[in-house]
C-alpha cells in the first residue's frame, strides 16, 4: 500500500470532520443484509474506514467485531464507536496477519483490495485467518462498468484525475485495477467458491438521499433506472458489486445467486 495514499487518506478525513467523511454509500447501507441467514459470530471489518459498517453490525448484528484500518484518524472514530479496533499492515509479503488460523468465520473487505501490492499473500492470509466454511465478503470498483469506461472510451482520459479534487486520491492510491471477472478469478484461485453476488440499489446513500429532497420523483426514477441496469445488465457490467465467497477445501462449479438490495 503506498504511503503517500495514508498521508492523502488523512488530509481527507482532516479537512472533511469524522463525522460527515466519507460520504455514506449504500456499500454501506446492505450491511448487515448481505448476512443473511450465515450466523456470523465472530467477523473482521478489515480497512473500515471510519466505522459505517462497523457501526451498522454494532447496532443490529449480534457477533463479535474487531475493526481495522491504519489511519490514525481512523482508528480514532472506530474506537468512539466501541468496536475492539487494531491497526496492522495488510500489504506485507513477509509478516503474517495478527490471528492464528480459522479465527474468524467471516471478513469483510470492502474497496481495498485496489489498494495493494501484494493481492495473492493478502488472499492468502484472508483464506488462513477464515474457519473453514467463512465467509469473505470482498468489494472493489469493477473497471469494466460503463460508469468507468464512458472516460477512456468517449474522451480519452484516464480512469483517475491526478488534478481533480473529485478523483486525485484514487489516482495515487489505486495500484490495481479489477474487473468483475478478473477479481472474481483471482479470489477463487485462493480457496474460495464464489456464493453470492450483492447489488446495492439507490436507497440510503448521501447521493440517494440528497436527491430525494431535491426531489422526491427524480430519486425514484434513478432508483428505477438503477434497478432495470442491474437486472438488464450481465453481473460483469455492474458498477461494484460485492462478491461473497466461502471459503473451501475442494474446488466446485460456479454457481452463485445474485441478489439486489
Not at 46 to 67: E, N
Not at 158 to 166: E, G, L, Q, Y
Not at 215 to 242: H, N
Request: charged share 20%; hydrophobic share 40%; glycine share 4%.
Amino acid at each position: 500500500m503506498r504511503k503517500d495514499s495514508i498521508k492523502l487518506e488523512e488530509s481527507r478525513v482532516a479537512d472533511s470532520g469524522l463525522v460527515d467523511y466519507p460520504p455514506f454509500k449504500e456499500r454501506h447501507r446492505v450491511f448487515p443484509a448481505v448476512f443473511e441467514s450465515r450466523n456470523h459470530r465472530k467477523i473482521l471489518d478489515l480497512a473500515a474506514g471510519i466505522g459505517y459498517v462497523t457501526q451498522r453490525l454494532l447496532d443490529h448484528y449480534p457477533a463479535t467485531i474487531i475493526s481495522h484500518d491504519v489511519s490514525p484518524s481512523c482508528l480514532k472514530n472506530l474506537h468512539l464507536r466501541g468496536a475492539p479496533t487494531l491497526s496492522f499492515d495488510i500489504d506485507n509479503a513477509e509478516i503474517s496477519f495478527p490471528f492464528a488460523s480459522g479465527t474468524f468465520d467471516a471478513v469483510i473487505s470492502l474497496v481495498t483490495i485496489e489498494h495493494l501490492l501484494f493481492v495473492n499473500e493478502f488472499l492468502s492470509e484472508l483464506n488462513r485467518i477464515l474457519c473453514d466454511g467463512g465467509y469473505l465478503y470482498i468489494s472493489t470498483p469493477n473497471y469494466a462498468a460503463p460508469e468507468y469506461l464512458a472516460g477512456p472510451v468517449l474522451h480519452g482520459r484516464a480512469f483517475h484525475d491526478p488534478i481533480s479534487p473529485a478523483s486525485r486520491y484514487e489516482f495515487f492510491a489505486h495500484v490495481r485495477y479489477f474487473t468483475f471477472k478478473t477479481l472474481g478469478g483471482l479470489v477463487d484461485s485462493h480457496g474460495f467458491a464464489l456464493d453470492s453476488v450483492y447489488i446495492a440499489l439507490p436507497d440510503g446513500s448521501d447521493r440517494y438521499q440528497k436527491l430525494f429532497k431535491q426531489s422526491k420523483l427524480k430519486a425514484l426514477t434513478f432508483r428505477s433506472l438503477m434497478w432495470v441496469k442491474a437486472k438488464l445488465l450481465p453481473l460483469y457490467r455492474s458498477s461494484e458489486p460485492i462478491l461473497c465467497f466461502q471459503k473451501t477445501s475442494t474446488p466446485r462449479p460456479p454457481r452463485f445467486r445474485k441478489v439486489l438490495l
